[in-house]
């Protein structure tokens, strides 16, 4: 029988792909492409709406990642057996120029900006289900990077 419980490893599920460098959005890894939409914004956030298919700031560049993801916790769910009505939000929530924390990131390990990817799923009853991802990255430059041919 299915447990709320169970969202937050759904949760973890979805940001640990949402993080991977597999990720991609035409050929290239889909975070650097977020954190290029972003680059001069005030606020370097970018929240992406899982159930209503939406990202603030709004654009539909990612539309497709988006219905990759969507459906990700779609099928998810349906493996798991867990109702649909019990999900009333789910969303991923990427920061970019984040506070450099040293137990989720080794200084100058990696090229770029730290980075924190946050997947929370809200249940009916109103709990949240959270999972954390750290990561470097830095805007996408397609002069500095190698095209997926995937």
Known sequence: ?????ELGSLASGIVGSFNSRNNDVDGYWGIGKLYKFVEFAHEKVVELDLLASSTAPP???FDTMLAFYRDMLLNLLRKRSIPKGWV???KV?????????QEHHF????IGQPCQVECYIVDDFGSRHIAYA?????????????????
């Open 88 to 90: 009333k939000s789910a």
């Open 93 to 101: 929530v990427v920061r970019f120029e984040a506070k450099f924390q």
């Open 59 to 61: 654009t539909h560049e």
């Open 107 to 110: 200084f100058r390990s990696a």
């Open 134 to 150: 750290y990561n470097y990255c830095r805007p996408h430059d397609p002069q500095v990077e190698t095209r997926s041919c995937r």
């Open 1 to 5: 029988m299915a447990n709320r419980r």
